[in-house]
């Protein structure tokens, strides 16, 4: 395979004071109200032009929300996350909001009914959350059933962006795991940027653009829909979500700091690509990648589907065409 040399330069570091420790209300909060609306979130289908580390989440049971309906369980909110269960039974439509310190839109996300945990990320680092569970009545209409504030101080700024949760979804034993392990090796580097050349080259050049998933999308056929990242590595096709996703779970199995980021493109494409964490330049708020002549912005997506012709590359050059909304 052909290599590609890839490193990259500082565009913002996160600065953020760390301590270890979590505080949170044992209470539920008050807050709750008794009626409201949410909507769906959009899925990011971009794409179209105009055995590693696995730090496997834990719900310790030691700092909790409940009642007879769900669990919020922020026991490692200094790891970065929080889990969430329905124990109310039956198959009703839930959805979980996380409201950060910093992002003044809330995270809403579905949450599943068969009684196991999803998990959460705290994306917005150090400060208070509200989390809240919510039970779909009819239509967009919710009814609040727990929330629960949550005082994080992370171990360090990493803790959201090198875990699993319900985005970035890989364990111990997931094939993309073994799959990046065994590139990884193959390779034989060390380095984050070198990692995140040899997966970043192996997605471009494998996977294609999902035009039928992608369409299924626009008719609303996919609602909630959460990548599968071992399917989409094996069918080598996949949405920008879906790359993004399997780029983030390789990576951070590997030890590699990730940022899942969703946003908009200049041409009004809700889009997924990723952002970096390297030694030599901290946090590359737009991935780039260094072509042996000059500097390019890394969108897995685009420069597959467009399979890195010269206006493609033009786009994706562009920093100022991507606005982040979302961290995962």
């Known amino acids: 395979m052909k290599k590609r040399w890839f490193s990259a330069f ?5 600065l953020l004071g760390m301590a270890c420790g979590c505080a949170a209300a044992p209470e539920e909060d008050a807050e709750l ?5 949410i909507t769906d979130e959009s899925i990011p289908l971009g794409g179209m032009p105009p055995i590693g580390i696995v730090l496997n989440p834990m719900a310790s049971g030691t700092a909790t ?22 124990t109310g039974g039956g198959n009703p439509k839930i959805k979980v909001q996380i409201k950060g310190p910093n992002c003044p839109d809330k995270y809403k996300y579905n949450l599943r009914t068969d009684g196991e945990y999803d998990v959460f990320p705290l994306s917005d680092g150090n400060g208070t959350y509200r989390i809240s569970v919510h039970k779909n009545m009819y239509d967009d209409q919710y009814s609040d059933v727990l929330a629960a504030k949550v005082d994080a101080k992370l171990t360090d700024e990493f ?9 970035v979804n890989y364990s111990d034993d997931s094939e993309a795991v073994a799959m990046a392990a065994q590139l990884i090796a193959d390779e034989g580097v060390e380095d ?21 998933k992608a369409n299924q999308v626009k008719k609303g056929e996919l609602t909630g829909y959460l990548p599968d990242v071992d399917s989409v590595m094996n069918e080598k096709k996949g949405i920008c979500f879906d790359y993004a996703a399997l780029m983030s779970a390789m990576l951070r199995s590997q030890g590699v700091p990730i940022k899942l980021v969703v946003g908009y493109t200049s041409t009004g494409v809700y889009h997924a690509w990723i952002n970096v964490w390297s030694e030599e330049g901290g946090w590359v708020e737009s991935m780039i990648y260094f072509d042996g002549k000059i500097w390019n912005l890394m969108d897995p997506t685009f420069a597959s589907s467009g399979k890195q012709s010269k206006g493609i590359m033009d786009f994706i050059n562009t920093p100022g065409n991507y606005k982040e909304k979302y961290l995962y």
């Open 159 to 167: 803790a959201p962006f090198i875990r699993p949760n319900q985005y």
């Open 33 to 37: 109200a008794t009626l409201g609306e």
């Open 10 to 14: 500082l565009a913002l570091v996160l």
């Open 192 to 212: 984050n940027l070198s990692k995140v050349g040899v997966i970043y080259e192996w997605v471009v050049t494998n996977l294609k653009y999902d035009t039928a």
């Open 65 to 86: 929300a409940k009642n007879d309906s769900a669990v919020i369980d922020y026991s490692n909110a200094a790891d970065g996350y929080v889990m969430v269960k329905w």
